[in-house]
């Protein structure tokens, strides 16, 4: 339900690079606030149904029918990826083309019931612990009131919404930057689930993600053991490689990695393993630097155990390089939209689940809008890449209890209540007021590109980390040796 204090702040605390009156902000707001409920229900649909990444056939779906129904026209199945979409709503021949992302691709590992405790969905593998339903479900919203505000103002322009699958580990954005469908964009805006609400202006981590593959030869580990060659002492000699590469890589790397096939069988030799690593720093050339090392040591690992090795690349993202002039405008409308409030039955089931957390804060925090930080984050995300080649900028929501750790149960948990979805009317909101901002200040697109151009750099040109593969569509699939 809109509230009254919402809309006299929106009066008071109107951006000075805002174009648009305050009969059309509460119209924006209105609208959002109408659409709600259909944001819970769609939010909800995509968490039941869990899809990991490029797996997203559902999600995509009942995103792209949603956008058909509000008079967008959807491209499904962009760049060679089938849950891929992009959907546009155009009006007149000129006007500021806004790009909004959504994402909706799960995790695996992470099942979870909407509880307060650790409970497993049986036979359900992944669960939303980065909030992607959320995700995708509010910007579509948001999309959808920019067309309606378009419509009943006689705004020319376009509003662009890009269905972005694989964000966790796929880089399914690096594929819509490579095949040049943010080329005519003017802004792009996005948000991101989380424990507390804010606008971000600090750098991701630039990654580069692969598996590392090793072929030997098979044998009977106890009759037989001089006749196999051990493709997982390929695997584990190269860990121990890698392990000892760590002291002599600049400060701030970050390599990890699992083992996705160990063999079989204990008194087989393994003819085939698997690891799975990451490699990551802010500065894009040194995550190239340091995988180029990595690979060394798998090189290095196989020659020594008689086995062979290939590597495949799966992700590849920039550092996050987020528009300051455009962070401006998206942080006074979160200031002015304010965090979500929780209902008693809401702050009831954050506090039997905060005893569970690693960090707790107050619960209140949640209402709370921070001021604009330029920290750099942990964590990876392809939206880095859009942001080299368009004038970006996202913002935080709290749609989890305070000091929730993204990608753990506690997060899906949250994800699956209304207490996620009301963070996502806050991001919905702040986007929608953005985009409409924007479309109605030329000047201020004018010095965000200004400003991406001087931190680019003269002559940059954009190659995408991954070079020119192409997108790894089973890459969440168990890897099983070539029969």
């Not at 049986?122 to 309606?148: L, T, Y």
């Not at 890698?242 to 400060?251: D, K």
Request: charged share 20%.
């Amino acid at each position: 339900m809109h509230r009254p204090a919402i809309a006299l702040a929106l009066l008071a605390a109107t951006p000075a690079t805002a174009q648009i009156a305050a009969p059309e902000r509460q119209a924006i707001l209105a609208d959002v606030d109408a659409r709600s409920p259909e944001l819970a229900k769609t939010a909800l649909a995509i968490w039941n149904a869990a899809e990991v990444g490029y797996q997203e056939t559902k999600s995509s779906a009942l995103l792209q029918a949603e956008l058909k129904r509000a008079g967008f026209t959807v491209t499904p199945g962009v760049a060679g990826m089938p849950t891929a979409f992009v959907a546009s709503f155009k009006r007149g021949g000129k006007g500021a083309v806004i790009g909004i992302l959504a994402e909706y691709d799960a995790l695996p590992g992470l099942a979870q019931r909407a509880d307060t405790k650790r409970d497993p969905i049986p036979g359900q593998a992944a669960g939303h612990g980065c909030g992607h339903n959320i995700f995708g479900a509010a910007s579509v919203a948001a999309a959808i009131a920019v067309k309606d505000w378009m419509i009943a103002n006689g705004v020319d322009g376009e509003v662009r919404v890009y269905g972005s699958p694989a964000e966790e580990g796929g880089s399914g954005k690096v594929y819509l930057v490579r095949a040049g469908l943010f080329n005519d964009v003017d802004a792009v805006l996005h948000w991101h689930p989380g424990d507390s609400n804010g606008v971000s202006t600090g750098a991701s981590q630039a990654n580069i993600s692969g598996k590392f593959r090793f072929h030997g030869v098979s044998a009977h580990a106890s009759a037989a053991p001089d006749k196999g060659r051990s493709a997982l002492d390929g695997v584990e000699v190269m860990n121990v490689a890698v392990n000892y590469l760590r002291e002599h890589i600049p400060m701030k790397t970050r390599i990890h990695y699992v083992i996705t096939n160990g063999g079989e069988a204990p008194n087989v030799v393994p003819d085939f393993a698997e690891s799975y690593y990451y490699v990551r720093h802010t500065d894009p050339q040194i995550v190239r630097d340091v995988m180029a090392r990595v690979q060394k040591a798998a090189e290095g690992a196989a020659l020594a155990t008689g086995t062979t090795s290939e590597f495949e690349a799966t992700g590849g993202v920039y550092s996050m390089l987020a528009s300051e002039t455009l962070a401006k405008v998206m942080d006074a409308n979160l200031h002015a939209v304010g965090g979500p409030r929780w209902t008693a039955e809401e702050t009831a089931w954050a506090g039997r689940l905060q005893p569970t957390l690693p960090t707790q804060r107050a619960l209140d925090s949640v209402s709370a809008v921070a001021p604009i930080s330029d920290g750099d984050g942990g964590g990876s995300t392809d939206v880095a890449d859009v942001s080299w080649v368009v004038p970006t900028i996202g913002l935080g929501a709290a749609t989890w209890v305070p000091g929730t750790p993204a990608h753990s149960w506690q997060a899906v948990g949250a994800s699956g209540m209304s207490i996620g979805a009301k963070g996502g009317t806050v991001a919905a909101k702040t986007i929608a007021l953005t985009a409409a901002d924007l479309m109605r200040s030329p000047q201020v697109l004018e010095q965000a590109k200004a400003e991406l151009n001087r931190r680019r750099g003269a002559g940059f040109t954009y190659k995408a980390m991954l070079g020119d593969r192409k997108p790894p569509l089973d890459y969440r699939k168990t890897t099983t040796p070539a029969s």
